[in-house]
Nanobody, 112 residues
Framework: QVHLVESGGGLVQAGGSLRLSCAAS????????TGWFRQAPGKEREFVAA????????TYADSVKGRFTISRDNAKNTVYLQMNSLKPEDTAVYYC?????WGQGTQVTVSS
């Protein structure tokens, strides 16, 4: 079973940027779609973005379209989430998911 590790979270001011990484333990990760999700305090986990194995099919939640970019580097077994123009409402723990496996999450906090 693939093991996922997220990194890149932190504290940033509104309008700033962060890049999250989701690193996988096995190369089989490169053959499956991967998604980013987030969960804010007191709220349910919600979809943010997803990318297929080739990078040719990408989807975004309406709330992040035009601000976030998902990409992958299969040579590094890694999927990225570039987050620009961050807003306080983007504050959440961000998780990646592949083949029903979740990472441990990385905290993103956006101050106003």
């Amino acid at each position: 079973q693939v093991h996922l590790v997220e990194s890149g979270g932190g504290l940033v001011q509104a309008g700033g940027s962060l890049r999250l990484s989701c690193a996988a333990s096995e190369r089989t990760f490169n053959n499956i779609a991967t998604g980013w999700f987030r969960q804010a305090p007191g709220k349910e986990r919600e979809f943010v973005a997803a990318i297929d194995w080739s990078g040719g099919r990408i989807t975004y939640a309406d709330s992040v379209k035009g601000r976030f970019t998902i990409s992958r580097d299969n040579a590094k077994n890694t999927v990225y989430l570039q987050m620009n123009s961050l807003k306080p409402e983007d504050t959440a723990v961000y998780y990646c998911n592949a083949n029903a496996t979740w990472g441990q999450g990385t905290q993103v906090t956006v101050s106003s």
